[in-house]
């Protein structure tokens, strides 16, 4: 065992001492050591009930035979840190946790791992971790929220944190009082848990599921659910056997197991991020994933499922429905079925047993809302290396479009003129230096998109950027245009009014120029000065990569 480092032999007799200070038994060094990779802290609503979820991991790897030791790692909560600069340090959030959940693990010697995430740049960041130690892991998650009441007169309708964004647009416009949006803000978030729709935090933890390192039901059931806390012991219990039978999170996460988790991303209609993280997670692994890849699986894979927002079911309902391993149950003549499971079942194993019990909220492969999967890649002379749009919550008017770019250098801009009614009819809204290195952090702007949503313009206006957006976005809302503007891409070299033209059946994004007066334009465009940055940021700006390569730090 790993954890013989600091327990076997004479020389551990210091060891052994800071050990018992623990309250440790000399009877449990013969034991498996775990650690506990707990997100719990007491300011993000998805990560506040993990203190007590983590006792029900204890007692499950207690009663297996093994000793628990848990520690934290910091969470971001992506909607309070959202349109100010605290959004700048959510992604690069990610990387810090990848970082620090490898330092506790190789400092303490343990022998296996019980990751406890749930929200946004979490998850992928111990994932990453996972892969990169290659010792036995598990997942479990905290779970969705569940979605908000509101009452108007006799209707009763469920509400989210995106319906709330969308409100915004909606009181500018005069649809909506002040007193009804103070009514929605109030009853739109009901308690703990991850948001309730198909959003980033719920898209990457029903993938866990589909990569084969968590247990079914670790996407969908409810955060407050009694079954989550089974879950999370089962967790704690079945780590054991994954040391016993030494199973590595590489054993698991291989090729095959990306394509799985873009396919069953691509039938939930998931968020655009999970690209982001996906090809991170592969890099940590070795895996080589090519962008185009992600467009081979969407054009074979079917949209099974319309959840918020693209949609009005939530994860609730997903759960109900018979959850992840139902929509593998539909998938299974196109997943990767032999695939391993830290559950000791096949993939294909899994599926078998999990009929749909909700035909309309996960439908057949004959029956699906489109046969083209919820994600799509284009490219094109605006973005060489590619750029990522949720085409499930495309409007289908707006799936091919043709229009005058409306330049703005920040997302404050953009903001800024969409709220003053300045966006015409038919624009392009392009929004530069948001990307990993030029924001820098790559911000999540729900907000314009949330605005154009709210306002009614998601029909008649598309929006680009090098940044990305929020899970919670819905329109012509296209993201992760690489190479980004502060890295010399020609994002940077588009003015106003020049026409950009968007296809996205057919994967393409291009502005109407030749190649020679982008070239003309990139030189002559004056680069930004980051010696302003100081701390982290500084040091994430200098060292981060592409968007296309899933914004990982460089390796020297």
Same mark, same amino acid.
């Given at each position: 065992?790993?954890?013989?480092?600091?327990?076997?032999?004479?020389?551990?007799?210091?060891?052994?001492?800071?050990?018992?200070?623990?309250?440790?038994?000399?009877?449990?060094?013969?034991?498996?050591?775990?650690?506990?990779?707990?997100?719990?802290?007491?300011?993000?609503?998805?990560?506040?009930?993990?203190?007590?979820?983590?006792?029900?991991?204890?007692?499950?790897?207690?009663?297996?035979?093994?000793?628990?030791?848990?520690?934290?790692?910091?969470?971001?909560?992506?909607?309070?840190?959202?349109?100010?600069?605290?959004?700048?340090?959510?992604?690069?959030?990610?990387?810090?946790?990848?970082?620090?959940?490898?330092?506790?693990?190789?400092?303490?010697?343990?022998?296996?791992?019980?990751?406890?995430?749930?929200?946004?740049?979490?998850? &992928?960041?111990?994932?990453?971790?996972?892969?990169?130690?290659?010792?036995?892991?598990?997942?479990?998650?905290?779970?969705?929220?569940?979605?908000?009441?509101?009452?108007?007169?006799?209707?009763?309708?469920?509400?989210?944190?995106? $319906?709330?964004?969308?409100?915004?647009?909606?009181?500018?416009?005069?649809?909506?009082?002040?007193?009804?949006?103070?009514?929605?803000?109030?009853?739109?978030?009901?308690?703990?848990?991850?948001?309730?729709?198909?959003?980033?935090?719920?898209?990457?933890?029903?993938?866990?599921?589909?990569?084969?390192?968590?247990?079914?039901?670790?996407?969908?059931?409810?955060?407050?659910?009694?079954?989550?806390?089974?879950?999370?012991?089962?967790?704690?219990?079945?780590?054991?056997?994954?040391?016993?039978?030494?199973?590595?999170?590489?054993?698991?996460?291989?090729?095959?197991?990306?394509?799985?988790?873009?396919?069953?991303?691509?039938?939930?209609?998931?968020?655009?991020?999970?690209?982001?993280?996906?090809?991170?997670?592969?890099?940590?692994?070795?895996?080589?994933?090519?962008?185009?890849?992600?467009?081979?699986?969407?054009?074979?894979?079917?949209?099974?499922?319309?959840?918020?927002?693209?949609?009005?079911?939530?994860?609730?309902?997903?759960?109900?429905?018979?959850?992840?391993?139902?929509?593998?149950?539909?998938?299974?003549?196109?997943?990767?079925?032999?695939?391993?499971?830290?559950?000791?079942?096949?993939?294909?194993?899994?599926?078998?047993?999990?009929?749909?019990?909700?035909?309309?909220?996960?439908?057949?492969?004959?029956?699906?809302?489109?046969?083209?999967?919820?994600?799509?890649?284009?490219?094109?002379?605006?973005?060489?290396?590619?750029?990522?749009?949720?085409?499930?919550?495309?409007?289908?008017?707006?799936?091919? $479009?043709?229009?005058?770019?409306?330049?703005?250098?920040?997302?404050?801009?953009?903001?800024?003129?969409?709220?003053?009614?300045?966006?015409?009819?038919?624009?392009?809204?392009?929004?530069?230096?948001?990307? &990993?290195?030029?924001?820098?952090?790559?911000?999540?702007?729900?907000?314009?998109?949330?605005?154009?949503?709210?306002?009614?313009?998601?029909?008649?206006?598309?929006?680009?950027?090098?940044?990305?957006?929020?899970?919670?976005?819905?329109?012509?809302?296209?993201?992760?245009?690489?190479?980004?503007?502060?890295?010399?891409?020609?994002?940077?070299?588009?003015?106003?009014?020049?026409?950009?033209?968007?296809?996205?059946?057919?994967?393409?994004?291009?502005?109407?120029?030749?190649?020679?007066?982008?070239?003309?334009?990139?030189?002559?465009?004056?680069?930004?000065?980051?010696?302003?940055?100081?701390?982290?940021?500084?040091?994430?700006?200098?060292?981060?990569?592409?968007?296309?390569?899933?914004?990982?730090?460089?390796?020297?």
């Amino acid at each position: 065992m790993r954890s013989e480092a600091v327990k076997k032999g004479i020389e551990r007799a210091p060891h052994r001492s800071l050990l018992y200070a623990l309250g440790v038994n000399p009877e449990d060094m013969d034991k498996p050591f775990i650690g506990i990779v707990n997100s719990f802290n007491e300011v993000v609503p998805g990560h506040k009930h993990l203190a007590q979820l983590a006792g029900s991991v204890k007692a499950g790897i207690r009663a297996a035979g093994g000793v628990p030791f848990e520690f934290n790692t910091i969470a971001v909560c992506d909607g309070i840190a959202m349109n100010h600069k605290g959004m700048k340090y959510s992604l690069p959030s990610r990387e810090l946790i990848c970082d620090s959940v490898e330092i506790m693990a190789e400092a303490h010697a343990f022998d296996g791992l019980v990751f406890m995430p749930n929200c946004d740049k979490v998850i &992928p960041g111990m994932i990453m971790a996972a892969v990169r130690l290659n010792i036995p892991s598990i997942f479990v998650s905290g779970g969705p929220m569940l979605s908000g009441k509101l009452s108007i007169g006799d209707t009763t309708t469920s509400v989210d944190l995106s $319906h709330v964004f969308e409100a915004v647009g909606k009181v500018k416009r005069g649809e909506m009082s002040q007193q009804e949006l103070e009514a929605l803000e109030q009853a739109a978030c009901p308690g703990c848990g991850s948001c309730s729709g198909m959003f980033t935090a719920n898209t990457m933890n029903c993938l866990t599921e589909a990569l084969g390192i968590a247990l079914s039901g670790n996407g969908t059931i409810p955060a407050i659910d009694s079954g989550r806390s089974r879950l999370a012991y089962q967790a704690g219990s079945r780590i054991m056997q994954i040391i016993n039978n030494g199973l590595l999170p590489r054993d698991i996460i291989n090729r095959q197991a990306i394509d799985n988790a873009f396919m069953v991303d691509m039938a939930l209609g998931g968020s655009t991020n999970s690209v982001l993280h996906l090809l991170a997670i592969a890099g940590e692994a070795g895996i080589d994933y090519p962008m185009p890849r992600i467009n081979e699986i969407s054009d074979v894979m079917p949209c099974l499922c319309k959840l918020r927002p693209t949609g009005h079911y939530h994860i609730e309902d997903l759960n109900r429905a018979g959850g992840i391993a139902a929509v593998m149950n539909q998938l299974k003549s196109l997943l990767n079925i032999d695939q391993p499971t830290v559950s000791g079942k096949t993939i294909g194993e899994i599926a078998a047993g999990a009929p749909v019990l909700d035909s309309d909220v996960i439908r057949s492969t004959r029956t699906a809302f489109s046969q083209k999967g919820g994600l799509a890649v284009l490219f094109g002379n605006i973005a060489p290396e590619g750029a990522i749009v949720k085409r499930s919550a495309v409007a289908p008017e707006m799936m091919a $479009h043709r229009g005058p770019a409306r330049v703005f250098e920040s997302e404050e801009d953009a903001t800024r003129a969409i709220l003053n009614n300045e966006i015409n009819s038919g624009e392009v809204l392009v929004i530069r230096f948001e990307g &990993p290195k030029g924001g820098p952090g790559m911000r999540e702007m729900l907000t314009p998109t949330s605005l154009l949503s709210g306002m009614g313009r998601d029909k008649d206006v598309a929006l680009i950027t090098d940044g990305r957006f929020s899970g919670a976005t819905r329109g012509a809302a296209i993201g992760h245009v690489s190479p980004e503007a502060a890295s010399g891409g020609p994002i940077g070299a588009i003015k106003e009014g020049d026409i950009i033209n968007i296809d996205i059946n057919q994967y393409r994004i291009n502005v109407e120029l030749d190649g020679a007066e982008i070239n003309n334009r990139l030189q002559a465009m004056v680069t930004r000065n980051p010696s302003t940055l100081t701390g982290f940021l500084k040091r994430y700006a200098e060292k981060v990569t592409s968007a296309s390569t899933g914004a990982v730090f460089r390796q020297e």
